[in-house]
């Protein structure tokens, strides 16, 4: 009996682990912008807004292009607006990550596909992006 219970978790485990890295993901469910975005970290992401920087859109488009782990999921430079997916090292958990010029601003939205927390990867990526942007 325990031995099919623990085959039955290492299934249960081994399914979760290939629904997270084969999961579709909807661009329409994922490729959107915040109306009237305000700075704001949730536990499972964030908003930040960055007054007067709508100029930067496109090299922090470059600097997530080429962020490990991340593709782009739609959107471009011209269009103004883009959305990337990072997947975790381990497990290959999806975030997506919303950058768009709101007016004179560039927003970014970042948050998880699953679970309740992030654990603060979210905002540690945006950091670490806004950083690099910075030293541009």
């Known amino acids: 009996m325990v031995v099919k219970l623990l ?12 629904w997270v890295r084969l999961a579709p993901s909807d661009v329409s469910k994922w490729h959107y912008v915040i109306e009237n975005p305000q700075n704001n970290r949730f536990q499972a992401g964030l908003v930040e807004v960055l007054p007067n920087k709508a100029d930067s859109f496109s090299e922090l488009y470059k600097i997530a292009v080429n962020a490990d782990r991340t593709v782009l999921l ?31 601003a560039l927003a970014i939205h970042a948050r998880a596909r699953f679970g309740k927390s ?8 945006v950091s670490k992006w806004l950083a690099t942007l910075s030293d541009s």
């Not at 978790?9 to 081994?14: D, H, P, T």
């Not at 011209?78 to 990550?97: N, V």
């Open 7 to 18: 085959l039955v978790f290492l299934a249960l485990l081994l399914a979760s682990f290939v």
């Open 74 to 104: 739609a959107g471009s430079i011209d269009e103004g607006m883009a959305t990337f997916i990072t997947r975790s090292k381990l497990w290959g958990f999806p975030d997506y990550t919303t950058i768009w010029i709101n007016g004179d």
């Open 118 to 125: 992030d654990i603060g990867v979210n905002a540690a990526r």
